[in-house]
Nanobody
Framework: VQLVESGGGLVQPGGSLRLSCAAS????????LSWYRQAPGKERELVAY????????VYADSVKGRFTISRDNGKNTVDLQMNNLKPDDTAVYYC????????????WGQGTQVTVSS
């Protein structure tokens, strides 16, 4: 099983980034895919998740209206479009997969750094 994130970087406040996670080694369409983030000195927190068929999306209050999660089951990818970025969005962003949203993440990616700074 492999989850590989990409797309992180340095961006100014108000800017945009698009993260992507490429998955392999499991039945992608059967899994809930999530984005989490962890800032220095803080706990890892859920940013958003999307169900297997893409019919349901859930966002943390802090990112609602700014971030959009999407998936392509034909390409085994899940993306996170991040707009109007704020310094508080600075963190390492992780992709995670699980069979159901009520259980713990079963597979994690290695993370990608997002830094929002002027």
């Amino acid at each position: 099983v492999q989850l590989v994130e990409s797309g992180g970087g340095l961006v100014q406040p108000g800017g945009s980034l698009r993260l992507s996670c490429a998955a392999s080694g499991f039945t992608f369409s059967s899994y809930v895919l999530s984005w989490y983030r962890q800032a220095p000195g803080k706990e890892r927190e859920l940013v958003a998740y999307i169900t297997g068929a893409g019919t349901n999306r859930v966002y943390a209050d802090s990112v609602k209206g700014r971030f959009t999660i999407s998936r392509d089951n034909g390409k085994n990818t899940v993306d996170l479009q991040m707009n109007n970025l704020k310094p508080d969005d600075t963190a390492v962003y992780y992709c995670g997969a699980r069979r159901h949203y009520l259980i713990d993440i079963q597979y994690w990616g290695q993370g990608t750094q997002v830094t929002v700074s002027s």
